[in-house]
């Protein structure tokens, strides 16, 4: 017996935006409270908490990047996460 799955493209292409866009502003927030807590602070001591946000629910950061998030944070840039062409 054969089952037939139909999937409306649109409808999954806007699932998956959306929680795509839930996940970066999740981010965005958690990126400002590190801002707020390690603006100033040496760039040695803002990177493991750059890397522990990252790796926390199973993702990575390339070192270079965990220092370069670290460096903006400590010199109190603001970083930002978007989805697709958002600008």
Excluded: C, H, Q
């Excluded at 707020?36 to 070192?63: C, I, M, Q, S, W």
């Amino acid at each position: 017996m054969k089952t037939r799955i139909r999937i409306d493209e649109r409808e999954l292409e806007r699932v998956v935006s959306d929680a795509a866009r839930k996940a970066a502003d999740a981010k965005n927030a958690e990126m400002r409270r590190l801002a707020a807590e390690y603006r100033g602070r040496p760039t040695g001591e803002v990177k493991p908490a750059v890397v522990a946000l990252f790796t926390r629910d199973g993702g990575r950061l390339p070192d270079d990047e965990a220092a370069k998030y670290a460096r903006m944070i400590s010199e109190g840039k603001l970083i930002e996460f978007r989805v697709g062409g958002a600008g």
